[in-house]
C-alpha cells in the first residue's frame, strides 16, 4: 500500500490532529461532573450542625474567641502588645489583642491562646501574663458562668484563685472571694461576649473525648454517606465524586489526639461503591498538619495557620499523598489526587505551596502514572496562573479554581440578573484566564447554585444553575458542585435535583 503524502486531504487531517492532540492538554474523551462528599470524613459543622447537639459545654470548644469585660473597671481585657507580656484592662473597644482563643482540655478546663498565640498564665506574683508558648498547670483555667447570667463568668486558675482585675494595669490570679456573688461590684466578675465559633473536625473530636468521639464519628461515617447515594448519583448525570480527607486518615485506626480511627475504613468503602456503579474519585486532602488555611474545614484548632510555616509539615503531607496513592492506585475509579485544599495566601507563601506540589507530584507518579495530579489555587491575594511554571512540565496536571457567589460583598446588593450576568462575563472571563490549550487543564472543583439574593424563587435558582453548568462545564477537566447533603437545601446536590432546581 502506497504511503500517502502529506497533500493527500485524510493525511492533512490526522496530521493537524496529531499536532493538536501532542500540544493540548485537554482529554476530549472524558469530562467529570462531580459532586463532593463535603461534611462526610472531614467535619463541618455548618453541613450538620446536630453532630455537635450533645457535647458537654458546647459553648467552650476549641478555637472560640471570648471577649472579656470587667464590671468593675468596665473595659476589656486585652494582651498587651498582642501577646509576650502582661494582661491588662482598659480597652474600651475589643477586636484581636482583646480576644482570647479558647483550647479545651476538657469539658471545664482550657488553655486561652492570645493574638500574637502566647498563652495566658500567670507569675509567681499571681500577676496574670500572656509570655509562654507552650501550656503547663499555670496556663491552666477554669471558666465558671453565672447561674442566672450566663454571660457573666469568673476565670479560676490553676492556683484555685480567681482572675481579679485590681486597676486597668494590674490583673492578677489571687482572689478569693465572690462566691455565689455576681454584682458589678466584684472584681473577679466578667460580662462574656462569644466572638467567633468553630466547628470542624477538631472541635467535634476533642469535644466529646476520646471515647465518645469514637462512637459519634463512626455513626456519622457510616450513616451520612452510605451506598444508595452513590447509586443516586450514578443515576442522576454525574460521573464522579471528590472525596474530602484529613491528614489523620493516614494514621488510621490509631490517628494523633483527639481524632478518632474509622475514616480510612469508611474511604474504602467509598472506592468499593464507586467501582460498583462506575463512578471516578477525586481523593482532595481538604486538611493538612497545622491547617493550610485556619478554618475549621481544614481542622484548624484555633483559626491559626501553621502548614506553611515549618518544613515538617510539608514532609507530613507529602507522607499522607503516598500513602493514599498507594492504597488507591490499582482502583479503576482512582482519577486523581489533589494534594492540597484551598492553601491560603500569604500564610500559605507561593515558594512553600510550589515545593509542596513538586514533592506531593512525585509521590503520586511512584504509584501510579495514570491518575492526574491536582493543584489548587491558593485563596487570598494571588495570581491565577501562579503555578502554571510548574504544572506545565508535568504529565496529566490540572489546576482547581473555586467560584462561589458568595464571601464577598461584592454579592451582597446582587439581583438574580446581575447574579447570573457575573457569571456568564466575570466568571467566564476567569475560567478562560486559566484555561489554556497548552496549559494543565482546569476544574470548577467547588461551585453552589446558592447567593446573597432573598425571595428568589425557584425558576431564579434553576437558571443560577443553568447558568453555571454552562460556564464551568467549559472547564477542561469538569467541575464538582459543593455538596451532595447539607441540611441548608441549596448547598444539597441531592435536595436539588430531588426538587427539580438541578437537572443533569
Keep these: ?46 453541613i450538620k450542625p446536630s453532630l455537635f447537639d ?22 476589656y481585657l486585652c494582651a498587651e502588645l498582642g501577646g509576650g507580656s502582661i494582661i491588662v484592662a482598659n480597652r474600651t473597644a ?14 471545664t478546663s482550657f488553655n486561652l491562646r492570645v493574638f500574637n498565640k502566647q498563652f495566658v498564665g500567670f507569675d509567681p506574683t499571681s500577676k496574670v501574663v500572656a509570655i509562654s508558648n507552650i501550656t503547663g498547670t499555670a ?36 482572689y478569693a472571694g465572690g462566691e455565689g456573688k455576681w454584682g458589678n461590684d466584684d472584681p473577679s466578675v466578667f460580662e462574656m461576649t462569644i466572638s467567633g465559633r468553630m466547628q470542624g473536625e477538631f472541635q467535634l473530636t476533642n469535644g466529646y473525648g476520646p471515647k465518645l468521639a469514637t462512637q459519634v464519628m463512626k455513626e456519622h461515617w ?52 464507586a467501582e460498583k456503579y462506575k463512578l471516578k474519585v477525586v481523593i482532595d486532602l481538604h486538611a493538612a ?39 488507591y492506585a490499582k482502583s479503576s475509579s482512582l482519577y486523581a489526587v489533589e494534594l492540597i485544599n484551598e492553601p491560603l495566601s500569604p500564610g500559605a507563601s507561593l515558594e512553600s505551596v510550589m515545593k509542596y506540589y513538586k514533592a506531593g507530584y512525585d509521590a503520586v507518579r511512584k504509584h501510579t502514572t495514570m491518575a492526574y495530579v491536582v493543584m489548587s489555587n491558593r485563596l487570598g491575594p494571588s495570581e491565577p496562573r501562579e503555578l502554571f511554571p510548574l504544572a506545565n512540565g508535568l504529565a496529566k496536571t490540572v489546576i482547581d479554581v473555586h467560584y462561589y457567589n458568595l464571601f464577598s460583598d461584592v454579592f451582597d446588593t446582587m439581583t438574580v440578573q446581575q447574579n447570573i450576568d457575573f457569571v456568564h462575563t466575570n466568571r467566564s472571563a476567569q475560567l478562560n484566564y486559566v484555561t489554556t490549550s497548552n496549559g494543565p487543564l482546569t476544574f470548577v472543583g467547588e461551585w453552589v447554585a446558592e447567593w446573597q439574593v432573598s425571595g428568589a424563587t425557584k425558576e431564579d435558582f434553576r437558571r443560577f444553575g443553568e447558568a453555571q453548568l454552562e460556564v464551568y462545564g467549559r472547564a477542561s477537566f469538569g467541575w464538582a458542585y459543593w455538596t451532595l447533603k447539607n441540611v441548608n437545601n441549596h448547598w444539597s446536590l441531592e435536595w436539588m435535583i430531588n426538587n427539580g432546581y438541578i437537572n443533569l
Aim: glycine share 8%; no cysteine; net charge negative.
Design 1 to 46: 500500500m502506497a504511503m500517502l503524502s502529506l497533500q493527500h486531504p485524510l493525511t492533512l487531517i490526522l496530521f493537524s490532529l496529531l499536532i493538536s492532540l501532542s500540544h493540548s492538554r485537554v482529554d476530549p474523551r472524558f469530562k467529570i461532573k462531580a459532586v463532593n462528599l463535603g461534611g462526610w470524613l472531614v467535619t463541618e459543622g455548618w
Design 54 to 75: 450533645s457535647i458537654p459545654n458546647k459553648d467552650f470548644l476549641d478555637g472560640t474567641g471570648l471577649q472579656l469585660k470587667s464590671v468593675t473597671a468596665g473595659k
Design 289 to 327: 498538619p497545622g491547617s493550610q488555611n485556619g478554618f475549621e474545614h481544614s481542622s484548624s484548632r484555633d483559626g491559626s495557620q501553621e502548614w506553611g510555616l515549618m518544613d515538617e509539615n510539608i514532609l507530613k503531607t507529602v507522607h499522607v499523598i503516598d500513602f493514599l496513592t498507594a492504597r
Design 139 to 174: 496556663e491552666t483555667f477554669e471558666i465558671v458562668r453565672g447561674s442566672d447570667d450566663p454571660t457573666r463568668v469568673r476565670i479560676r486558675a490553676s492556683n484555685g484563685m480567681f482572675v481579679q482585675v485590681k486597676t486597668e494595669e494590674v490583673v492578677t490570679a489571687d
Design 94 to 107: 475589643a477586636s484581636g489583642w482583646e480576644t482570647f482563643k479558647l483550647w479545651r482540655i476538657n469539658e
Design 222 to 273: 457510616s450513616t451520612f454517606i452510605v451506598e444508595n447515594d452513590f447509586k443516586f448519583i450514578s443515576e442522576n448525570g454525574i460521573n464522579a465524586v471528590r472525596i474530602p480527607v484529613g491528614w489523620w486518615i493516614a494514621s488510621d485506626p490509631t490517628p494523633p489526639n483527639p481524632y478518632v480511627g474509622g475514616s480510612l475504613q469508611a474511604l474504602d468503602n467509598a472506592f468499593s461503591w
